[in-house]
Structures are given as C-alpha cells and as structure tokens.
C-alpha cells in the first residue's frame, strides 16, 4: 500500500478485534505449545515460607549519618569509617558515597503549584533496563491493626512523604496488610498515582471503648504469663465498671486472680484477636522484606500501624528481624495513634477513675505494674519498635504531627554510604554476626543494621517444589523487574462486555533466545512456567500455567525474531491496574519479569478501543488483517496500520450513528509532518464502527512520532483525541 487515508470494515463488527489479536502467536507455524497447568487464579504461593539466598561473602552495609539537626552529613571518606563485625575491625573493600539530587526549583510561573506532572503510562513495558541501584522505599500501611480514625492521621503523614520526600528516580511501594494493596511504581515527576491508590485504604481494627476494654498487652500478661499483678487490676477495673457482676470477681490476697472465668474468657478473646492480627502484619511484612532482598541502595520501609504486643511465643517477630538483616533493609515504624494522653479508664467516658494503687506503686507487683497504667501506648507497640530497632531505624511516636517523622525518615536518606566488606571467617554456620559501624565525627548518630546472619549450609540454592513456582513469589512481590529473560509487555482495551466492564487483553511476548532448548530426535524442547497477575486496590487477577514448547528448527528461527506470545483476557471494571508476569525457563533455571501499569477509561461517553498500531497486516478475505506486534519501532520503507473500534457514539434518527474521523503524525517537537482530514466512518447495519488506516513512513525522517487519532461524533457534537507513539528508525 502507498497511500494515507482509512479503510472501512463494515464486517469486522464489534468484539472482533480480541480475537483478532489473539490469533497472532500461531503456534502451528512453530511447532507445539501445550498448556500443561491449570488456567484458574490461584493464591497458594502466598503460603509458602519464603527462602533466603544467602551471599555472605561480601557483606553490604548502607549507613545514614545524621547530625544533630537531623540532617544527613555528606562529604565523608572511607577513612571517616570504621566497621566491625563480632567486635574485629575490618578493611573497607567497596565504598560509595551516593546523594539524591534534590528536586528542581519550580519557576516563577509555576509557584505554589502542589504537584509535578504525573508522565502519560507507556503503552509497552520491557524489563531491559530493570535497573535497582536508587533509593527504594516500602510503605507497609497496616490496616489490620489501624483503626479508621488513626489510618485516616496514617494517610494524611503518608501522602506529604509521596508529595515532599521522593524524588525523580526512587521506587515506591504501596503494600496493605489486608491484601487490599501491592502496588510498586517508579516515580515519573510525582507518586499522584500513588497517592490516588493509598486514599483508597481504610483502617480496619475496630476501636474498643467498652466498659469490658482490656489492652491487648493486658491480655498477654494475663493469658499467656499469668500475671497474677496485672490480673488484679484488669479486675478490680472490670469491677468498677461492673463488667464482672458482684461477687464473682477474687479479692487480692485472698484468692488467685486468675481463677475469675469471666476475666480469662476476656483476656483469651483479646489475645487471640491481637496474635492474629499480629501474625497478619508480620507475614506481610517477612514477604516483603524477602523481596527486597535483592535490591541494591537504599532500602526503606516504612511501617504505618497502631502496633502490636511483643509475644515472645510469636515466632514471626524473630523472622521478620531476620529477615530485615539480610535484605538490608531499614524498617521504621510510624505510629498512626498520635499524641496519647492518658488511658481510655481514666476519660470521662468511663466515669469512675482506677484505684489509686493501680496508678502508682501497687504493693503486690512494685512499681512497673502500677506503671502501666500509663504504660498502655508503649506496652501495646512493643513488639513494632522493637523491629525498628534491631533493623537500624527508628520508632516516630507520641505526636500528631507524623508527617515531620516521616519527612525526617526522608530526610536521613537523601545522602547515604554503601560500605562493604569481607568477612574473615565466612563459615556457613547459621549464627548472627554482630556489625558495628564508627564515624570519626562528634556529635553524629549512625545508623546501619546491627549485622546478619550467616547461610545455613545448603542455603546457597533454596530447593523448589516439583512445579518450581516457590522461588517465584519474591520475583513476583518485588518492585523490580528481572531482566535474565528479557520480556515485554503491553494491553489492550475493548468494548464493554458486562455492565460496567470491558474486554482487556494483556500480551506479554518472550524472547525464546535466553532459553536453554534440549534437542531430543530433530525437535528442541523446553518449557516455560509462569505467572500472571493483574490487580488494582482490593482485588486481583492471577494465572499459574505451564506452557510445553515442542519446536522444528526453523520454528524456533521464526520465534527468535517474533518472541513467544502470551495473551490473556479479563474483564475489568474502569479504573487503573498493574500487571506483573514473572516467567521461567525450565531447562536453565533463568527467571525474568516485567510490570505494566494501565488503565481502562470510564465506558460512558465516546471512545475507542485501543488502537492496534503495527506495520503487518495478513493479507486475504475481504480486507487486510492487523498482525499484532508490540515494539512500535518502524522502518522508513514500511506502513503504519492502525486499527480502532469506536464505542459511545450517539444515534440519529435513523438510529445509526454519525462519526468522522481524521489523523496526524507529528513529531518530536510537536510538528505536524503528514495530516488526513476527517472522513466518515460507516456503520454495520448494527451501527458498529471500525476503521483501519495506513500510512507510508518514506517520507519522514527517523525520530519519535505521536499518531494523533481525531474523532468527532456529528450527532453529539462530541470530539475525541486519541494519541499512539511510535519510532521510526532506519530502513529495513
């Protein structure tokens, strides 16, 4: 074809355009592709116990020093430190010295203007540039343990870090511990879409403010210590509010505290509702600090929660401490609760205040049971400081100005230092080691984790199950791609299908190059595992498949230049998704992965179906076929074809509608280089609209180009821009 303009396809009818595309692998061409897995979504990954690869044999310390204003000092040397493990100094191996830029000054126009403009999506995802050397920060936001009014003071804090402490470059994540959120985005000249997804979070935990109230910390003491001293005074409390009827209730000294059936039926309920939660957020907390593990720079994560008790009978607590240290990660806690004052006893609400001796120096237990009265906030988020702590961060507390904690926890990593060191005795033995890092300045605080723990033996490859899909859920939950097979990846919005849904296609192609075929009789043979999921706030889509490739030689020769196609469909409502594939070559073990961020636009009003951009077409039947192909890379001597269906247009009297549309082709600078005046777009007799068009490349130069799709419906009065890159380089 050697002509510009578009050719109708009164045939083609809507829905088409899926099936269309989804014709484009054509396996027969290439041999045999046999789905060996089942198609179902499936959750049982999250049960897995993570494994930790461990490379101990040169450890990796990054180190915030801050100076007594909170401010990270800069312009150290390697000869400013001095690191120990198990108390023996060693030399420094690696150093590097890394500041974040700081964000541009606005121009005189643009003063007071809140927000950096969020950058369009791209239409293709690849994971050739997975690269994870900037800073990277995890906001944990634990609506398990978050109540409505401290998530709404959480938000709040949560949304100045998004809007004043990342910069151009950083890595975002947005986790919920209900599984309402894992969302990871790199930040394009602001976290809007960030901030859009975390407004969307509520606060869970129910607050009790019944007469019956007993703390979790209180429930521990008495459920699992038998706290004789906290017992008594749960009880004499529970009495005074006439929670436990007259009467039943033991007297201090006279009987065993714990033998009041209503209190211990109290205190278990209350325990095991707070271990449960507890073990919830840990969970979540363990899964994401395992998938950080390999990340390089700067690694934070920010804890946004009431907290929770510190159970020693919780072996999860000790996991995630663990966990922490080996991925290098800097946990902080933020406390969602605020300025405390004093216990919910001792408010009006409540009416009668607690005895006396509860208050102070109770003559049973001594002081710090007494104490504890005014202990609560501390005693309840025991076990969330503690974290903090052993990981080298810190605990922003008692305040209700959180969003200063936070920017300060921003703050600390705008200059930081990435030390490393052999160990002299890297034995694989399991024990923790002890590091220690020293600053030759005064008045500095240092902060580093406090060491590691060495692998176990054998720890080096952790063993996966016979589908080999446990090593898939650190990949799958990091907020990096993996680049060891290079993949790409795209979607496609249709017609709506179900009331408030549309058709989407997601395509991820494979490069079959980086894959270890075994030749057995004249046919090379492998198989791809992998994992597809799709989800936005509060729900998500996943496939697990494994795909068999049985392939002639010159099937692989035709794969290696149009990669391994992998084609879903879903139906989803309006609103912005992420999509993750994590795909693994049996044979050699590789694993890659790429994300795509996407949205489906609202269904009312006039739109288009996203437009098949692509310079192939199969030729045959009554009109040429768009053949998908998602780089958008183009030679001078090819076609760009174009395929769009048109959806929402309004209908006249003769109950058809009414659409013209035209295009341009502009280029880098905004120039128009090539312009087709709008023409009608004819409708089926059930008034569906499609349009294909074409348009020679010879005569442009190679560059970045915008297709520019025109629509305005005749009937409406409706108009409707549609814009498509793409690249023309070279000839062929």
Same mark, same amino acid.
């Given at each position: 074809?050697?002509?510009?303009?578009?050719?109708?396809? =009164?045939?083609?009818?809507?829905?088409?355009?899926?099936?269309?595309?989804?014709?484009?692998?054509?396996?027969?061409?290439?041999?045999?592709?046999?789905?060996?897995?089942?198609?179902?979504?499936?959750?049982?990954?999250?049960?897995?116990?993570?494994?930790?690869?461990?490379?101990?044999?040169?450890?990796?310390?990054?180190?915030?020093?801050?100076?007594?204003?909170?401010?990270?000092?800069?312009?150290?040397?390697?000869?400013?430190?001095?690191?120990?493990?198990?108390?023996?100094?060693?030399?420094?191996?690696?150093?590097?010295?890394?500041?974040?830029?700081?964000?541009?000054?606005? @121009?005189?126009?643009?003063?007071?203007?809140?927000?950096?403009?969020?950058?369009?999506?791209?239409?293709?995802?690849?994971?050739?540039?997975?690269?994870?050397?900037?800073?990277?920060?995890?906001?944990? +936001?634990?609506?398990?343990?978050?109540?409505?009014?401290?998530?709404?003071?959480?938000?709040?804090?949560?949304?100045?870090?998004?809007? /004043?402490?990342?910069?151009?470059?950083?890595?975002?994540?947005?986790?919920?511990?209900?599984?309402?959120?894992?969302?990871?985005?790199?930040?394009?000249?602001?976290?809007?879409?960030?901030?859009?997804?975390?407004?969307?979070?509520?606060?869970?935990?129910?607050?009790?403010?019944?007469?019956?109230?007993?703390? =979790?910390?209180?429930?521990?003491?008495?459920?699992?210590? @038998?706290?004789?001293?906290?017992?008594? /005074?749960?009880?004499?409390?529970?009495?005074?509010?006439?929670?436990?009827?007259?009467?039943?209730?033991?007297?201090?000294?006279?009987?065993?505290?714990?033998?009041?059936?209503?209190?211990?039926?109290?205190?278990?309920?209350?325990?095991?509702?707070? /271990?449960?939660?507890?073990?919830?957020?840990?969970?979540?907390?363990?899964?994401?600090?395992?998938?950080?593990?390999?990340?390089?720079?700067?690694?934070?994560?920010?804890?946004?929660?009431?907290?929770?008790?510190?159970?020693?009978?919780?072996?999860?607590?000790?996991?995630?401490?663990?966990?922490?240290?080996?991925?290098?990660?800097?946990?902080?806690?933020?406390?969602?609760?605020?300025?405390? &004052?004093? =216990?919910?006893?001792?408010?009006?609400?409540?009416?009668?205040?607690?005895?006396?001796?509860?208050?102070?120096?109770?003559?049973?237990?001594?002081? !710090?049971?007494?104490?504890?009265? +005014?202990?609560?906030?501390?005693?309840?988020?025991?076990?969330?400081?503690?974290?903090?702590?052993?990981?080298?961060?810190?605990?922003?507390?008692?305040?209700?100005?959180?969003?200063?904690?936070?920017?300060?926890?921003?703050?600390?990593?705008?200059?930081?230092?990435?030390?490393?060191?052999?160990?002299?005795?890297?034995?694989?033995?399991?024990?923790?080691?002890?590091?220690?890092?020293?600053?030759?300045?005064?008045?500095?605080?240092?902060?580093? @984790?406090?060491? !590691?723990?060495?692998?176990?033996? &054998?720890?080096?490859?952790?063993?996966?199950?016979?589908?080999?899909?446990?090593?898939?859920?650190?990949?799958?939950?990091?907020?990096?791609?993996?680049?060891?097979? =290079?993949? @790409?990846?795209?979607?496609?919005? +249709?017609?709506?299908?179900?009331?408030?849904?549309?058709?989407?296609?997601?395509?991820?192609?494979?490069?079959?190059?980086?894959?270890?075929?075994?030749?057995?009789?004249?046919?090379?043979?492998?198989?791809?595992?992998?994992?597809?999921?799709?989800?936005?706030?509060?729900?998500?889509?996943? !496939?697990?498949?494994?795909?068999?490739?049985?392939?002639?030689?010159?099937?692989?020769?035709?794969?290696?230049? %149009?990669?391994?196609?992998?084609?879903?469909?879903?139906?989803?409502?309006?609103?912005?998704?992420?999509?993750?594939?994590?795909?693994?070559?049996?044979?050699?073990?590789?694993?890659? %992965?790429?994300?795509?961020?996407?949205?489906?636009?609202?269904?009312?009003?006039?739109?288009?179906?996203?437009?098949?951009?692509?310079? /192939?077409?199969?030729?045959?039947?009554?009109?040429?076929?768009?053949?998908?192909?998602?780089?958008?890379?183009?030679?001078?001597?090819?076609?760009?074809?174009?395929?769009?269906?048109?959806?929402?247009?309004?209908?006249?009297?003769?109950?058809?509608?009414?659409?013209?549309?035209? !295009?341009?082709?502009?280029?880098?600078?905004?120039?128009?280089?090539?312009?087709?005046?709008?023409?009608?777009?004819?409708?089926?007799?059930?008034?569906?609209?499609?349009?294909?068009?074409?348009?020679?490349?010879?005569?442009?130069?190679?560059?970045?180009?915008?297709?520019?799709?025109?629509?305005?419906?005749?009937?409406?009065?409706?108009?409707?821009?549609?814009?498509?890159?793409?690249?023309?380089?070279?000839?062929?």
């Amino acid at each position: 074809m050697s002509w510009h303009g578009g050719v109708e396809r =009164p045939g083609l009818g809507t829905g088409a355009l899926p099936r269309l595309v989804a014709a484009v692998a054509l396996a027969s061409l290439f041999g045999t592709a046999r789905i060996a897995a089942s198609q179902e979504p499936s959750t049982r990954e999250a049960d897995q116990p993570p494994s930790f690869p461990a490379r101990v044999e040169l450890v990796t310390v990054d180190v915030a020093v801050i100076d007594g204003d909170g401010n990270p000092v800069t312009g150290l040397t390697p000869e400013d430190f001095a690191v120990f493990e198990e108390g023996r100094r060693h030399a420094i191996d690696s150093f590097e010295a890394v500041e974040v830029p700081a964000p541009p000054t606005p @121009r005189p126009d643009e003063e007071g203007t809140e927000e950096a403009e969020e950058r369009p999506l791209p239409r293709l995802s690849e994971n050739d540039d997975a690269g994870d050397t900037g800073r990277t920060f995890a906001l944990l +936001f634990d609506d398990t343990n978050l109540t409505r009014l401290s998530a709404h003071r959480a938000k709040g804090a949560a949304a100045e870090f998004l809007r /004043r402490g990342v910069r151009e470059g950083d890595r975002v994540m947005l986790v919920s511990t209900s599984g309402d959120a894992w969302w990871s985005e790199a930040v394009r000249g602001s976290a809007g879409r960030l901030s859009e997804r975390l407004d969307l979070l509520q606060g869970k935990l129910a607050l009790d403010l019944s007469p019956e109230r007993i703390t =979790p910390w209180e429930a521990m003491q008495i459920q699992l210590y @038998r706290n004789q001293d906290v017992a008594f /005074r749960v009880t004499r409390r529970l009495e005074k509010y006439n929670a436990i009827p007259a009467g039943v209730s033991p007297r201090p000294l006279l009987r065993d505290a714990l033998d009041n059936p209503v209190l211990l039926q109290r205190a278990q309920e209350v325990y095991i509702g707070a /271990r449960s939660r507890a073990r919830a957020t840990l969970k979540t907390l363990d899964r994401l600090l395992v998938s950080l593990e390999s990340t390089k720079g700067r690694k934070g994560l920010i804890l946004i929660s009431d907290g929770f008790i510190y159970d020693t009978g919780l072996p999860e607590i000790k996991r995630a401490v663990e966990s922490a240290r080996r991925s290098n990660v800097v946990v902080y806690f933020v406390d969602a609760r605020g300025l405390e &004052g004093m =216990p919910a006893e001792m408010t009006a609400q409540f009416g009668l205040a607690p005895e006396a001796r509860d208050l102070g120096i109770n003559a049973l237990g001594g002081e !710090y049971m007494g104490a504890a009265t +005014f202990l609560q906030g501390d005693l309840s988020s025991e076990g969330t400081q503690s974290i903090a702590t052993e990981s080298g961060g810190f605990t922003v507390k008692n305040t209700n100005d959180l969003a200063a904690g936070i920017e300060r926890i921003a703050r600390e990593s705008e200059a930081y230092y990435l030390i490393a060191y052999y160990p002299t005795q890297a034995v694989s033995d399991g024990s923790f080691r002890e590091i220690r890092v020293e600053v030759a300045r005064e008045g500095v605080e240092v902060r580093a @984790r406090k060491g !590691y723990y060495a692998p176990l033996p &054998g720890e080096d490859q952790p063993a996966a199950a016979a589908n080999g899909q446990p090593r898939f859920q650190p990949v799958l939950d990091s907020p990096y791609d993996r680049p060891d097979i =290079p993949l @790409r990846m795209s979607s496609l919005v +249709f017609q709506e299908t179900l009331l408030g849904k549309a058709k989407v296609l997601v395509v991820a192609d494979v490069d079959v190059r980086e894959l270890e075929f075994e030749e057995l009789g004249g046919r090379l043979v492998d198989a791809l595992e992998y994992i597809l999921v799709v989800a936005r706030a509060g729900e998500h889509f996943r !496939y697990d498949e494994k795909i068999d490739l049985d392939l002639r030689p010159e099937g692989r020769e035709a794969l290696e230049e %149009s990669w391994y196609t992998i084609a879903k469909e879903f139906d989803l409502e309006s609103g912005a998704y992420q999509a993750k594939i994590v795909v693994s070559d049996q044979n050699g073990g590789g694993i890659g %992965s790429v994300t795509h961020d996407f949205v489906v636009p609202a269904l009312g009003g006039l739109r288009t179906s996203t437009p098949i951009v692509t310079d /192939r077409v199969q030729e045959g039947g009554s009109r040429p076929r768009p053949v998908l192909r998602l780089p958008r890379r183009y030679s001078r001597d090819s076609v760009l074809f174009c395929e769009y269906e048109v959806y929402g247009a309004a209908r006249g009297d003769s109950g058809l509608p009414q659409v013209v549309a035209g !295009y341009r082709i502009r280029d880098g600078h905004g120039a128009t280089v090539v312009n087709v005046a709008p023409t009608p777009i004819r409708s089926t007799s059930l008034g569906q609209l499609s349009r294909l068009l074409a348009a020679p490349l010879a005569s442009i130069a190679d560059g970045k180009y915008e297709l520019v799709l025109e629509l305005r419906d005749e009937i409406a009065g409706d108009e409707l821009e549609v814009r498509e890159p793409f690249e023309v380089a070279g000839d062929s």
